[in-house]
């Protein structure tokens, strides 16, 4: 399957394989749920070790999952192997989460260099515990 935005075949396993080495991926435990393309699905498991001041999932570690699954997404529209990096980033956070948090990024547009995403955050009850909008731009390449 080739992604529309960027003319690069989606490969799940290469993007699969790419996010699972991040080594904050790895230090926080997040499981890839789903990958489609301009889709992705985080778990991130609650560890109460790192909670916020409210004895709860910790807002910067919420925004962190955020950013890393719109991230993810972004990867299924510019290729496995493409440069990206966030360049803006809003979250409201609508309710607390003391459970694992699942975050569901889809690309919402392109334009140009930038991907723009939105990120839902959701405890395992199905409460929305923060959104997002966030834009990635796709880096250039060094030649």
Known sequence: MTSEAAG???????????VM??????????????????????????????????????GGLLATLADSTAGTAALTVTGAEA?????????RFMSPCRTDARATATVSGTERRLILCHVDVHDVTGT???????KYIRLRENK
């Open 8 to 18: 690069k075949e989606f490969s799940p396993d290469e993007i699969r394989r790419r």
């Open 21 to 58: 080495a991040i080594p904050s991926v790895v230090t926080f435990g997040y499981r890839l749920e789903e990958l489609a393309p301009g889709r992705a699905v985080i778990i991130a498991p609650y560890d109460r070790s790192l909670d916020g001041i409210f004895e709860c999932f910790h």
């Open 83 to 91: 440069g990206t990096a966030t360049v803006e980033m809003t979250i």
């Open 128 to 134: 929305l515990c923060a959104t997002a909008e966030i």
